[in-house]
């Protein structure tokens, strides 16, 4: 099956292995095997395996501040609670302590998912069942408020590394699929372009990562503003980051890959079809600041995700001294051919000795 843009719903959940290689074990064997009618029941299988895993090997717990009324000491004394209790002749001590507890944001997360994925009707109902049986485990912890949940500040220990991958999905389901009725209700909406994005560069760079280990670096680099003479400080802070979404490197050869996820791959302006001009000059930017001697060492590439557009932009350009192009990765293939794609850029670019 495929969703509106024309990806293979398998396709998403191979990329989503390279982009969390928890996927390969064992535990998901059947989710890969599986055909799924959307993105939804997908994530929902992938959940459902993930989390009865997780409650074989026993819930995370972290210490969590707790205040009590007791009748012997524990913790801390909070004293204007305890004078509160003693004006009204109660006898007993307020106390402030730390428990171990699976009531915490990691665990939060888990069930304010599971809770809005069993109400949603395009989940088969298999997984509805499969995750409302895991959720009687997780009687004693809240569902958050989706809108509240602190992304930015989650932290993996090493006793809760297990939870890395599973909290990724929830982020993609309630991040970019949940959206507001007009009741107040919540319902699941199409995969968003800007999570499909994310995923789709993530995907590109842990592919070039794990089958072409002959590229002596291959990361998401930054690129250094090629400045002439003094800067300081505060004028130094308001250039932009150069963020690459994906850097090849062999020896002194450089291709810069900016990953693009759009509805239309094409800009039309006065009846003419063209590159959306932000991404020529972002990816041309980039490559004339890191190829800082003009070599012609370092290339730029614009990877576009194939739309049902009839235009289809493969293309390439030398452009003062360094190549710039343009082509597109079809998603709604057999993902061998989505390999062959990748592979065949970077024989393109590096050489074919070097496969």
């Not at 929902?44 to 090997?57: F, H, P, S, W, Y």
């Not at 665990?107 to 009707?121: F, G």
């Not at 509805?128 to 895991?134: E, P, S, T």
């Not at 030398?318 to 990765?329: E, M, P, S, V, Y």
Request: glycine share 4%; aromatic share 10%; charged share 25%.
């Amino acid at each position: 099956m495929t969703n509106e843009k024309g990806i293979f719903i398998k396709n998403i959940y191979y990329m989503l292995s390279y982009a969390f290689q928890v996927l390969k074990q064992t535990t998901y064997e059947s989710v890969a095997a599986e055909d799924f009618e959307n993105v939804q029941d997908l994530f929902a299988a992938i959940l459902a395996k993930g989390v009865a895993r997780q409650l074989k090997q026993g819930l995370y717990r972290e210490y969590v501040t707790q205040n009590e009324t007791l009748s012997v000491m524990r913790g801390k004394l909070n004293m204007p609670e305890t004078i509160k209790n003693k004006v009204k002749r109660s006898q007993k001590l307020a106390c402030e302590f730390d428990e171990l507890s699976e009531d915490n944001l990691l665990n939060q997360i888990l069930k304010t998912i599971m809770h809005y994925l069993v109400r949603d009707n395009s989940v088969a109902p298999e997984r509805r069942i499969a995750l409302n049986k895991l959720l009687l485990f997780f009687d004693g912890i809240r569902v958050l408020n989706t809108t509240e949940i602190p992304w930015n500040h989650i932290c993996y220990y090493r006793n809760s590394q297990n939870y890395e991958m599973l909290i990724n999905i929830c982020y993609f389901v309630l991040a970019g699929m949940l959206q507001t009725t007009e009741s107040g209700e919540y319902k699941m909406a199409a995969f968003s372009d800007e999570h499909m994005e994310k995923l789709y560069e993530k995907f590109i760079l842990e592919y070039y990562i794990r089958h072409h280990s002959y590229l002596t670096n291959v990361r998401a680099a930054q690129v250094k503003w090629n400045l002439v003479g003094e800067h300081d400080d505060a004028s130094l802070r308001l250039l932009p980051n150069m963020q690459t979404d994906i850097t090849l490197r062999l020896n002194e050869k450089v291709l810069i890959i900016d990953a693009k996820f759009y509805g239309h791959t094409m800009q039309q302006r006065f009846d003419k079809d063209s590159l959306h001009s932000a991404n020529v000059y972002q990816i041309f930017t980039y490559v004339k600041n890191m190829d800082i001697k003009n070599t012609g060492n370092v290339s730029g590439l614009l990877l576009y995700a194939k739309t049902d557009e009839s235009i289809v932009p493969d293309c390439s350009y030398n452009i003062g001294g360094n190549q710039i192009g343009a082509r597109t990765l079809d998603l709604n293939k057999d993902f061998r051919l989505i390999a062959r794609q990748l592979d065949e850029i970077a024989a393109d670019y590096f050489g074919e000795a070097n496969m």
